[in-house]
């Protein structure tokens, strides 16, 4: 009977029956509390605001850098992400929040920056909280997983 269940899981999805990581994953999967589905649609919210921002902006006032700045900051953070996990397995989530505040808020300034964008403190500032935004998001994204088990 679970076998059934999970290979109609695996259907739904695509995925083919000889997929043992697949299948570990599903057999021992925790259901999540009402705290962890919050920090998982504020982990949700805080990495979609600035491309939200962007686009606010740039639909309102015909002006795209933000758009722009937002596009470079959240493509920043995930190659971060990508080289997180790919170094380190699960990712270690304050060190990639630094790093990601860090080079997401250079990324966004300095595109801004390319773009023409004259008012340094107004532009360090935007880039900053969208450095800010992208950083709290594998935070939150960490808060919002089980616990494993021990």
Request: with cysteine; aromatic share 10%.
């Amino acid at each position: 009977m679970h076998l059934v269940h999970c290979t109609a899981n695996r259907t739904a999805v695509g995925l083919t029956r000889l997929d043992p990581a697949i299948h570990a994953a599903h057999d021992g999967a925790m259901p999540r509390t009402l705290q962890q589905w919050i920090f998982g649609i504020g982990s949700f919210a805080v990495g979609f605001a600035p491309m939200t921002f962007g686009v606010f902006r740039a639909w309102n006032s015909g002006d795209n850098r933000m758009f722009w700045m937002a596009l470079m900051a959240t493509v920043m953070a995930q190659i971060i992400a990508m080289i997180a996990r790919a170094n380190f397995g699960v990712p270690r989530i304050v060190p990639q929040a630094l790093v990601t505040l860090v080079f997401a808020t250079l990324a966004a300034g300095g595109w801004a920056y390319l773009l023409g964008a004259t008012g340094a403190p107004g532009t360090w500032s935007v880039a900053f909280v969208f450095g800010l935004c992208l950083a709290a998001r594998p935070l939150l994204e960490a808060r919002s997983r089980p616990a494993p088990e021990a």
